[in-house]
């Protein structure tokens, strides 16, 4: 179709071009016209002079034509008076008679010219040379040569008798008669012929000969050049070939419209001159009607008349053939509009066709459903909009056909072809539309079915054990559940066949397994709901009586706060076994005499169920931020690099995709290609999860850099948020929020991994992946705390050297710090501050930074603060006192023995204990090292230290794969080595050597060296710190608790600690008030710390303060335990 619609342009354009030549040829003729009648006037080929170019001959006036005509209608030339004539240059004579015999017409010409030559006032010697040079070079015909012979008698009888005698000379073929009298002239030529000097009637001016001989000519000559442009120019319209583009079209449209313009203008100037020319012909007869002109005068009206003429008709023929010339270039204009307008609109047809294509036929959830439906709407508007454009542009191509454009075979197939795509594609909108609306339907049905599945499972959770095992208890559930089944009707697949049938078109494989798992969970609840009705039925059916529960197996109870670790851990080993031994038997039998909790498997589907609920959260959110992600990189990032927007971006805007979006391309392609799909790999078995969390954990730090970015992506988005280019971009996509709240989706997706992951953990006790879901949270919320640290860490100023080369960034915070300096040269101010310095620290790897906090300013994340760097201490130098006297929140930092020392005072006691305990994992870790790098190779010399097998919980994104050691075992820890150049005596280092100050959380013997070894940074001065044991201890200090599971005390109450429990709490209870509770051991020596027990620890006797290590910005949640009864 295609090609016979080019051979169909290509033969209307040839039928358009034979008429633009017939018209050419048309002008070409006129043309010619006007060149042989300008020729003939200036008689070209016999006299190529012009007036103009021997006007100072001319005007000499030795010969001029007079106008007038002898009998026969010779044109008659004059030779006046002229002394002079002997002295005549050849040439001068040559080009004066050459051109006067070129003025009269060609036929005048051939009859003869008749010559009147003067010479009464001259001598016979004049007249002689006067016909020789005549008879020598007059250049054209003659018919008689007219002498008027001197007239004193000397010289006329000379005259007469050396005539006589000189004829042959003369050599004329024509008569040459010597008249004695102008009254004999006129016996050979009318007076009326005769200018007035010969005695005739005639006016002659020569001036105004000349001045209309030079007039007519230059006319002649524009004409001849105007005509001859024309030609020209017709010719190349007619050979020009139509453009195959718009621009191009355009451009020679403009040309010729130009050139057009040009002719005529030439055109206008040489009418006007011609017609001044008429006027100045006929300027005698309007002056005075009685005027005869001469017949020079009237060949020079004619002329000038014909050339007006042939002018005229020359212009209208242009005229016309500039009409059709023009038609034709605007309909190749329009031909390429319509045809660049198809191949877009064509073009985004095709788009449109591929992306209806690509949509999902079915969806794998309601909300995914939705959203396709959603994004298919949208489509749809964007659709409607081109098939509109597509029926516009055939509408254009029906009007180019009624105008009688000569591609009529090439437009009216692209009219057919555009309307019959444009209905394609509305007919497969409409079934696309109809087909989701059909999987939504059933998608939220299938969803109404399995929350109805849910909550009833949830109802058997719910219902309490122990009010069921009394009558009205068991009745009041049992109405329960049947109110509930009341319900099915209205959520529940009832007819499997009507689904098969019904939805028969939009069920594909996926989806029809998600149907038959519905179907199944239905069948399951059924079953569940019946085995309870029969279980609660028998209970409701027993006789009122007053029942004495009996207690459950210890396995099923919680664990009794009195239990010890050990045995905590047996219960935890026999109910893990209880559960898969009760999974295994038949939830129908009954309960027994002793109305024993129904079979753990209910509790274990409940579970799985919720378990389930945070998985197809974590899938749909997943989904939904890969789609936002793309959304964004395609609405705004792709839209920055488009010519076509580029005059809507701010110069502020260009080039800085990578300052506003930063690293969220790597994103989105890590969470599309990779997260996402090993996520869902996981939907069945959602308590694994955690190990796709572990093994990503790596690509997860990409994430960092985002964060590190938002300062100055928020700073630009703020600069150019209300320039035109975002406000098109969010019209486009349709966004009621702006680009800065999608800007902001990457950091409120990493902070609710480890939401959902608490979530997860929650449900999964005890499951197979319970322990990789606590490690991937752990390290989930290392890594909020690294992009947390990294945030504060780039807002560093002053520091000269390389942040990197302080090593890992381990925390980060603000303290009151007060400064001693006991040794040197000091300011008095820093001899005893009373007045404590804000500072903000860093603890790296390798150093310990001070910085201060400079004052926040701008908006968002430009309020982030900034630091000044103040000083930084080398931890190999450091030493620690964990507690400084007067305040629980006090801990030194010091070096040099003490001649430089920081007192530091945390926010609160717990944030003094992580730092402490952090800053001893460092020192101990560099002591590790140096003990490590000077031990003998062979292990006879020196016994090798263990590794500590347990210690404060990482800081790091990634989690250590160390395990806890049981209770009972020993737990090793070092100190740090300090400056050799600066040790204490080695008695203090001895005494140092034994402080808790320094140890790990759990204490380290002494194996294999002594403390004289390795000297230490620890404070000679510091006191050991008692390590807590079960006993009896008077309170020295009031405590409020924190939480409801906190115990509060007063100064002078005595406290037993019952049992040290996990994540270093400790169970207590109050003689004086008999209230228990559980309270961290950091509290506990803070209000007992003073306090004189029964029971004198050492730091040597056992573990340290036992708390665990955790950063100020990832708390533990610790389990309560106010239910249990003592």
Not at 1109 to 1122: A, L, P, W
Request: aromatic share 6%.
């Amino acid at each position: 179709m295609g090609e016979s619609s080019d051979l169909g342009e290509v033969h209307r354009g040839r039928m358009a071009l034979n008429r633009v030549s017939l018209l050419c040829q048309d002008i070409t003729r006129m043309w010619l016209q006007l060149k042989i009648l300008t020729d003939e006037i200036m008689q070209q080929d016999s006299s190529p002079l012009c007036a103009a170019d021997i006007g100072l001959d001319l005007r000499k006036q030795f010969a001029f034509l007079s106008g007038g005509r002898g009998g026969n209608g010779s044109p008659i030339i004059v030779f006046p008076e002229f002394p002079t004539f002997g002295e005549l240059q050849e040439q001068e004579f040559h080009n004066v008679l050459t051109y006067l015999t070129s003025v009269p017409s060609l036929a005048a010409a051939a009859v003869g010219f008749i010559l009147v030559i003067d010479r009464r006032q001259d001598r016979w010697s004049s007249v002689k040379g006067t016909l020789l040079r005549i008879a020598g070079s007059f250049p054209g015909n003659l018919q008689l040569v007219l002498v008027l012979r001197p007239n004193t008698l000397l010289q006329r009888t000379l005259s007469d008798i050396f005539f006589k005698f000189s004829k042959d000379e003369f050599k004329m073929k024509v008569p040459v008669i010597m008249l004695s009298s102008v009254t004999e002239l006129h016996s050979y030529i009318d007076r009326t012929q005769l200018t007035q000097e010969l005695g005739g009637t005639q006016e002659y001016c020569h001036e105004k000969w000349i001045s209309h001989r030079t007039a007519i000519e230059g006319f002649a000559l524009m004409v001849k050049k105007t005509a001859q442009t024309l030609q020209s120019f017709g010719t190349e319209l007619a050979e020009t070939e139509l453009p195959n583009d718009v621009q191009a079209t355009a451009n020679l449209l403009s040309t010729h419209s130009n050139k057009k313009d040009k002719m005529k203008e030439d055109l206008k100037i040489a009418l006007c001159q011609g017609g001044r020319l008429l006027e100045s012909i006929n300027e005698p007869l309007v002056t005075d009607a009685d005027y005869a002109m001469n017949q020079d005068e009237m060949e020079n009206l004619a002329t000038v008349q014909r050339l007006l003429g042939q002018l005229d008709e020359t212009e209208t023929a242009f005229d016309d053939f500039w009409d059709r010339h023009h038609t034709k270039l605007q309909q190749c204009l329009q031909l390429r509009h319509f045809e660049h307008s198809y191949r877009e609109i064509r073009s985004q047809l095709d788009l449109m066709g591929d992306r209806l294509t690509a949509f999902s036929e079915v969806g794998i959830s309601p909300a995914h459903a939705e959203h396709i439906h959603k994004e298919l709407t949208c489509q749809e508007e964007r659709t409607c909009e081109v098939l509109d454009r597509a029926l516009a542009l055939a509408g254009e191509g029906d009007q180019l056909i009624e105008s009688s454009h000569y591609a009529v075979d090439s437009i009216l197939p692209k009219c057919s072809e555009l309307r019959t795509i444009s209905e394609e594609i509305s007919s497969f909108l409409r079934a696309k539309k109809t087909h989701l609306l059909r999987c939504l339907e059933l998608h939220q049905s299938l969803e109404k079915a399995t929350r109805w599945c849910d909550d009833g499972i949830y109802l058997l959770a719910s219902q309490p054990v122990d009010k069921c095992q009394s009558q009205d208890g068991a009745e009041s559930a049992l109405q329960e559940l049947e109110r509930y089944l009341e319900t099915a009707n209205q959520s529940k697949l009832t007819d499997p066949a009507s689904i098969w049938r019904d939805y028969e078109s939009v069920l594909n494989v996926e989806f029809r397994e998600q149907v038959e798992k519905v179907l199944q969970k239905q069948v399951s609840m059924q079953e569940m709901f019946d085995k309870r009705r029969v279980s609660l039925k028998k209970l409701a059916a027993k006789q009122t009586r007053p029942v004495q529960p009996v207690a459950p197996r210890p396995e099923a109870f919680p664990k009794s706060p009195m239990s010890s670790p050990a045995h905590r851990g047996q219960e935890k080993s026999s109910s893990d076994g209880e559960i898969q031994s009760v999974c295994k038997r038949d939830p129908s039998l009954p309960n027994g005499t002793n109305s024993r909790p129904p079979s753990l498997s209910e509790e274990e589907e409940n579970l799985a169920v919720l378990r389930r609920h945070v998985m197809n959260e974590l899938l749909e959110t997943e989904r939904a931020y890969v789609e936002e992600l793309l959304c964004v990189l395609q609405g705004y990032a792709a839209e920055m690099e488009s010519p076509a927007m580029a005059h809507l971006m701010p110069s502020a805007l260009v080039n800085k995709k990578d300052v506003l979006f930063g690293n969220m391309p790597e994103i989105y392609q890590f969470h599309k290609r990779t997260f996402l799909r090993e996520l869902e790999a996981y939907t069945d078995c959602p308590e694994l999860v955690g190990r796709c969390f572990l093994e990503r954990m790596g690509d997860l730090q990409i994430y960092e850099k985002y964060c590190q970015n938002k300062p100055r992506s928020e700073s630009l988005w703020r600069q150019c948020s209300d320039c035109a280019f975002f406000q098109e971009c969010q019209k486009k996509l349709e966004h009621k929020l702006g680009l800065d709240s999608y800007l902001l989706k990457p950091v409120q997706r990493i902070t609710k991994y480890q939401l959902l992951l608490k979530e997860l953990l929650k449900y999964s006790k005890g499951c197979e992946g319970s322990e990789d879901l606590q490690e991937a949270l752990s390290s989930i919320l290392g890594i909020l705390k690294a992009v947390n640290d990294s945030m504060h860490l780039i807002a560093i100023t002053g520091y000269e050297g390389n942040l990197t080369d302080l090593g890992r960034l381990l925390m980060q915070g603000s303290f009151n710090v007060w400064t001693e300096h006991k040794k040197g040269h000091a300011k008095v101010k820093d001899l005893a501050r009373f007045k404590p310095m804000q500072r903000h620290l860093f603890l790296h790897e390798k150093f310990l930074l001070f910085c201060k906090r400079r004052e926040e300013n701008g908006e968002g994340y430009e309020k982030a603060p900034s630091y000044s760097f103040k000083q930084a201490l080398n931890m190999s130098v450091v030493g620690i006192t964990e507690n400084a006297k007067g305040d629980n929140k006090k801990f030194e930092v010091w070096c040099n023995s003490r001649e430089e020392v920081y007192i530091v005072q945390a926010p609160t006691a717990e944030i003094k204990t992580t730092w402490v305990n952090e800053i001893r994992k460092v020192l101990t870790e560099q002591l590790r090292a140096c003990r490590d790098a000077r031990l003998p190779k062979t292990s006879d010399q020196v016994s090798p230290l263990p590794a500590a097998n347990s210690g404060p919980i990482s800081l790091s994104p990634f989690k250590s794969n160390q395990k806890s050691l049981k209770k009972g075992e020993e737990k090793k820890s070092d100190s740090a080595e300090g400056n050799t150049g600066s040790s204490p005596k080695s008695s203090d280092k001895a005494k140092g050597w034994t402080k808790a100050s320094l140890s790990m959380d759990a204490s380290e013997e002494h194996d294999g060296y002594s403390s004289a070894e390795d000297p230490l940074n620890s404070d000679p001065e510091d006191e050991g710190v008692k390590k807590l044991a079960p006993g009896k201890y008077v309170v020295a200090a009031d405590y409020e608790k924190g939480g409801p599971q906190d115990l509060s005390v007063k100064n002078g109450d005595t406290v037993q600690l019952v049992k040290e429990g996990e994540d270093g709490q400790w169970f207590v209870k109050n003689l004086k008030t008999n209230k228990e509770g559980w309270v961290p051991a950091a509290n506990l020596l803070t209000f007992i710390g003073e306090s004189k027990s029964s029971q004198s620890l050492t730091s040597s006797e056992g573990s340290g303060s036992g708390n665990l290590s955790t950063s100020s910005s990832c708390s533990e949640t610790y389990t309560s335990f106010s239910d249990i009864k003592p």
